[in-house]
């Protein structure tokens, strides 16, 4: 049954029927613990000052919105970007990395925990530490350690330690388990930092709450520029932080259309594809209710998708509520369409995105394809310098 909601807010820890809270007693405890915290300090002018100050000095806020000139030629249409690549540590992730750091050291935590995949999330975990004067434990599967080394060394010069996991197959799911087993034994001093709106409650509205000034920005600065709304409004989905940041500017907005964008990979058969909304049904994943890509015995598959970032069999509480009400469409992109919008935002704006990022890319153009005339605004979650090396030796 879907519990319908105005305002697009979870309740009790619930969007609809997703969310919740499947965990242990004495975890729930902690978990409503860290929610009252940050709830009091979302009221606090200083904490909220401290964070704005934050992402004006440290981040580069507000990233600008650009007006995509020769792509929209090409196309017909108007495509405008938010630049949320522009941020310090290279995406968005850096808005909730911040705001659970300062979370930690106001509740007095020594130590963030964190998983990791291709290590964007761990980078901009460690840097907040770094910045904040927290100690960093970065769980990575011993596989992703090997592939994104550069990331590795990045986290240890920033003074983290990075944890390797073997366990299963030594990606990120398994990261994520493992960082859980190291909370759990240690959250009276350390704080999880989850890289997504994903988790158990409080993680998913916390999360929310730091990366929605994606949108309060975009929705901003669109009308100033433009004296209108956009037509359409475009992110990718992974565990969908990008995503909900930039939506929930125009959720409220009945005239804008509003598409999430997930991984096809390398097609619709279960294994090859990370497109949890489109292709999972409801399931549990590390302690929250989701739609989820599953075996015939409820287990979680492996997720795939050229964009590591993007390769998570869950997706975030809210997402999958918005789609069963309707207010989002989620759409695919494979990866050979994300490639080839890579090398073309790259030629064309001489802009390089994040293969993630180019998924969200690939859609606004198929979009303009076929309209004429509409504001179409892409959030550009990411820039593309990490994926240079993979791209020119596996795809060209
Ligand atoms: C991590 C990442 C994503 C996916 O995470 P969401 O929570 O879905 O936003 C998307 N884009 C970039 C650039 C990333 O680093």
Redesign the pocket.
Known sequence: MINKIENYEQINGFFGEYGGQYVDEELKEEFNKIYDEFLKLTKSEDFKNELNELYKQYSGRPTPIYFAKNLSKKYGNEIYLKRE?LNHT????INHCLGEALLAKKMGKKKIIAETGAG??GVATATVAALLGLECDIYMGEVDINKAISNVNKMKLLGANVISVTSGSKTLKEAVDEAFIAYKKEYKTALYAI???VGPHPFPAIIEYFQSIIGREARSQFIEMKNCLPDYVIA????????IGMFDGFLNDKSVKIVGVEPLGRGEKSGENAASINYGKDGIIHGFKCKLLQDNAGNPIEAYSI?S??DYPGV?PKHCYLKDIGRVDYETISDKEALDAFFELSKTEGIIP?L??SHAVAYGIKLAKNNQNKKILINL??RGDKDIDFILSNCK
């Open positions: 690549d290279g995406a968005h992730k964007q999330h890289g997504s709106v990718c989905v992974g565990g969908g932080s990008n995503a964009a970032g993007l975030g994040a993630e990022s979650s990411g």
